[in-house]
């Protein structure tokens, strides 16, 4: 019996760990469709990933994160055009060296590492929901750690340090995993978290110049590759062994523990609350 062809969405998938997270799950048979910024490298992804594996089907859809406007049209277009969702991968994430606000008026960090995917991911939930067992995967780091949560401070109205901001995003992506995963557990969709590890991806180029410049250098020498960095979004989309685990971080595919204040309620009722009503979402209940 053929087995069944699962579809995953990734966004940020044509570089990096994104892009090596699109290539290893072709390779395992799944049906790619990007969300991604950029039309042309969408389209070499697209050629690469066909010419390593000869009819795997390869999709994308362009957006960018910074827009919610942009968010709602490419959800739009990807629910008229497909049944089903098994994977959803909230893999994009950047940190900018400057403080940026956005055209809907968010901190421009803050709005693509979490509120962008946080209204995505309510978007594509109903295609997840007619997945035998759906599974939506968050990008955070090991940086959560150094991330400090203050509702007054958001959009860094306090001042703004692009590393400051960056962890304190991936500590929201932790508080949205544990809040969506508990909304979640009456139906057959997981939601789980992931540290990639320290990647030798480009990313935080921006900030390879003055003070900071010699410590990237040096922690250039210790990062791994994009494949390994991939390795654990691979296995949480694609393992049977993690099938029915829901609300926990992985790194090096194996569960770990996050700092004691992710878990922490009112915060992740404070961060859904201002979410959901800045991405314009109704009210939902305990199981969406």
């Not at 990007?34 to 010419?51: S, W």
């Not at 939506?136 to 780091?141: G, T």
């Not at 860094?156 to 400051?164: H, M």
């Not at 691979?234 to 685990?245: E, G, N, T, W």
Request: net charge positive.
């Amino acid at each position: 019996m053929a087995q069944e062809e699962k579809l995953v969405l990734i966004t940020g998938a044509t570089e990096g760990v994104g892009k090596q997270t699109a290539i290893q799950l072709a390779a395992k048979g799944f049906s790619i469709v990007m969300m991604v910024r950029n039309k042309a490298k969408a389209e070499q992804t697209k050629k690469e990933i066909i010419a390593k594996m000869p009819g795997a089907k390869v999709d994308y859809i362009l957006v960018d994160l910074t827009s919610f406007k942009q968010v709602r049209a490419a959800a739009k277009q990807f629910n008229e055009k497909y049944d089903k969702l098994d994977v959803l991968i909230n893999n994009a994430g950047l940190m900018y060296p400057e403080k940026k606000i956005t055209e809907d008026g968010f901190e421009l960090c803050f709005q693509t590492n979490h509120l962008s995917h946080f209204l995505l991911t309510h978007l594509v939930l109903d295609k997840l929901k007619k997945s035998k067992q759906g599974r939506i995967i968050n990008l955070s780091s090991e940086g959560h750690k150094m991330g400090k949560f203050d509702p007054d401070n958001f959009n860094a109205e306090k001042g703004y340090k692009s590393i400051g901001q960056y962890c304190f995003t991936k500590l929201c992506n932790l508080y949205f995993t544990h809040s969506l995963a508990e909304k979640l557990k009456s139906t057959n969709i997981t939601v789980n978290a992931v540290h990639p590890g320290v990647v030798k991806s480009g990313f935080g180029s921006d900030h390879d110049k003055g003070i900071l410049k010699p410590l990237f250098a040096i922690g250039r020498l210790f990062m791994i590759s994009n494949e390994q960095g991939a390795a654990t979004s691979v296995f949480l989309a694609s393992d049977p062994s993690v099938a029915k685990v829901t609300g926990e971080y992985f790194k090096n595919s194996k569960q770990t523990r996050t700092s004691s204040y992710t878990h922490n309620q009112e915060n992740q009722n404070i961060l859904w609350d201002y979410s959901e009503e800045k991405c314009g979402l109704k009210k939902l209940e305990p199981a969406i």
